[in-house]
């Protein structure tokens, strides 16, 4: 869905699309009742689009960079150097560069004006590695913000293609997990009534190790002794597994919160998202103004 294109690419873009389709719309309206209903449209459209670039620059300021080592579960800010997780390479499609990950557009002029014709990007997930420990970072749903940017036209066709690459810094703000080692989640009553079934189903080897009276059956005491001895057991696999590194996994976090994967330097991502608050505060005052002026306030 392009919609889905745009919240990946830069979350503000449809924002600002949205208000410079109304406000093209409404200056070819003569009707001055439609024109109201614009102008308020656009400035409710304002206030999102302020809402939603104030929070991504307040989540960058307000969350402090963690180490990947000793990073908590949950949201949190990592720094690094990105690097390729393994398995087939990631190439990408117009200059066919192996990366990281790669967004690409294709345009085509028409009437003076540049139409896009395809456009894609990678979903592929990489690592990210900050000298204390590595993390694999899943980009989808991601807003990605790259620095290395490229665009060039050949005839009638514009193309742009952006990537992130090998050892290039990477940020990440986004929901953190991890899989395995002492965050693992084991059951160790699960785990016993699963090992005492298995052990039941070798009955010889069973009654030859707790058989203490070699009666061909396994009584009340014995079978004390058998639960202890699983239990046991368990305990010993729980503890092995436990002490194995686990796998540190970023994602989209949950509620709703800013994912933002970025080689830009920190104060150019909130520079950036400044920018756009104040672009949207302007027009949420021009929307004011225009709908004063339909009123005749002015």
Not at 146 to 159: M, Q
Request: hydrophobic residues 40%; proline residues 4%; charged residues 25%.
């Amino acid at each position: 869905m392009r919609f889905a294109r745009w919240r990946r690419d830069d979350s503000q873009v449809i924002f600002l699309v949205a208000e410079m389709v109304l406000i093209f719309a409404g200056t070819r309206l003569a009707s001055i009742p439609v024109w109201r209903g614009v102008t308020l449209v656009i400035a409710v459209i304002a206030i999102f689009g302020w809402l939603s670039a104030q929070r991504r620059a307040r989540a960058i300021l307000d969350t402090p960079t963690s180490r990947i080592a000793s990073a908590a579960q949950g949201y949190v800010e990592l720094q690094g150097s990105g690097g390729p997780l393994g398995g087939l390479p990631v190439i990408s499609t117009l200059t066919h560069t192996q990366c990281l990950w790669y967004r690409y557009r294709i345009e085509v002029r028409n009437d003076n004006k540049w139409r896009t014709t395809e456009s894609g990007n990678s979903d592929a997930s990489f690592l990210l590695n900050d000298s204390s420990g590595v993390a694999v970072v899943d980009p989808d749903g991601a807003e990605i913000l790259p620095d290395r940017c490229t665009t060039w036209i050949e005839g009638s066709k514009r193309y742009t293609e952006w990537l992130i690459i090998d050892h290039d810094p990477v940020y990440v703000l986004g929901g953190f997990v991890t899989r395995g080692g002492d965050q693992l989640d084991l059951s160790l009553d699960q785990d016993v009534s699963t090992l005492l079934a298995e052990w039941k189903l070798n009955r010889p080897t069973l009654l030859k190790r707790f058989d203490l009276d070699a009666n061909g059956e396994i009584d009340l005491r014995e079978w004390e002794l058998v639960r202890a001895q699983a239990r046991r057991d368990v305990e010993k696999e729980h503890t092995e597994l436990r002490t194995l590194p686990g796998t540190h996994l970023v994602g989209a976090p949950s509620g709703g919160r800013p994912y933002l994967i970025s080689t830009l330097p920190t104060e150019k991502m909130v520079a950036r998202f400044r920018r756009w608050i104040g672009f949207h505060l302007l027009v949420f005052g021009g929307a004011l103004v225009g709908f004063a002026k339909s009123v005749g306030l002015f």
